[in-house]
């Protein structure tokens, strides 16, 4: 029975390590229904791709699409007062850094959504307490009116999927992780407070960096 145990727990170990796919899907709404595309497929020249952006890092740094060119990114979005799920987020996140430390391809993006409050003093701060690597997990202000944009429409980011908001006056809060390939298409969607969850993206990541 011992053995027996041991091979099942084995097989779960294995699993919980690698990809659901050998290739990831393409996302393009707020449904995130899955679409099966090969890298060269023409439809991907008209496919959904997150906007250009223009921020500030916890550095002071100004952040945009091309800090991004060519790598694998992981986007999410919190704010630094945050008492519920953004401690337990931010610790993932953190799980994500030291998994892919040293890697290069691999890079974080957390947009505050109360930028008004999170300036640049504050992040910093934020990110020293939490063990933020500079450069390779990027803490983000910006506009409010930019930064719910980009939540909501690039990356659809609502806790309740299947339905963009476009509302400015609702608060952006949730939990998803959006990982995004090296052309800026969403290729997966995960839920920040899952440790299940984030072996999974961690998998895929791996499997991404695959894609040529």
């Given at each position: 029975?011992?053995?027996i145990t041991?091979?099942f727990w084995?097989?779960?170990?294995k699993?919980t390590q690698q990809?659901?796919?050998t290739?990831l899907?393409?996302?393009?709404e707020?449904s995130?229904k899955p679409?099966?595309?090969?890298?060269?497929?023409k439809?991907?020249r008209n496919?959904?791709?997150?906007?250009p952006f223009?921020?500030?890092?916890?550095?002071?740094?100004?952040?945009?699409?091309?800090?991004?060119?060519?790598?694998?990114?992981?986007?999410?979005f919190?704010f630094?007062?945050?008492?519920?799920i953004?401690?337990?987020?931010?610790?993932n996140?953190a799980?994500l850094?030291?998994?892919?430390?040293g890697?290069?391809e691999?890079l974080?993006?957390s947009?505050?959504?109360?930028?008004e409050?999170d300036?640049v003093s504050?992040?910093k701060t934020?990110?020293k307490r939490?063990?933020v690597?500079?450069g390779?997990?990027?803490l983000v202000t910006?506009?409010?009116q930019?930064?719910?944009?980009l939540g909501?429409q690039?990356?659809f980011?609502?806790e309740?999927?299947?339905e963009a908001?476009?509302n400015?006056e609702?608060?952006?809060h949730?939990?998803?992780?959006?990982?995004?390939d090296r052309n800026?298409?969403?290729?997966?969607?995960?839920?920040?407070l899952n440790?299940?969850?984030?072996?999974?993206?961690?998998a895929?990541i791996?499997?991404?960096?695959?894609?040529?």
């Amino acid at each position: 029975m011992v053995l027996i145990t041991l091979l099942f727990w084995g097989c779960d170990q294995k699993t919980t390590q690698q990809s659901r796919v050998t290739r990831l899907p393409y996302y393009n709404e707020a449904s995130f229904k899955p679409h099966w595309l090969e890298a060269n497929d023409k439809k991907l020249r008209n496919f959904h791709k997150v906007s250009p952006f223009k921020l500030t890092n916890q550095d002071g740094k100004i952040v945009t699409e091309k800090t991004f060119e060519g790598k694998i990114y992981v986007a999410d979005f919190f704010f630094t007062t945050c008492p519920g799920i953004c401690p337990i987020m931010t610790k993932n996140m953190a799980v994500l850094q030291d998994e892919f430390s040293g890697d290069s391809e691999v890079l974080l993006l957390s947009h505050s959504v109360t930028p008004e409050k999170d300036q640049v003093s504050i992040l910093k701060t934020y990110a020293k307490r939490k063990g933020v690597e500079s450069g390779k997990w990027h803490l983000v202000t910006g506009t409010k009116q930019g930064i719910y944009k980009l939540g909501r429409q690039d990356y659809f980011v609502e806790e309740d999927l299947g339905e963009a908001n476009t509302n400015e006056e609702d608060f952006l809060h949730t939990e998803n992780f959006i990982l995004v390939d090296r052309n800026r298409h969403i290729r997966g969607v995960y839920n920040g407070l899952n440790k299940t969850s984030i072996k999974q993206l961690i998998a895929d990541i791996k499997t991404l960096k695959k894609e040529k």
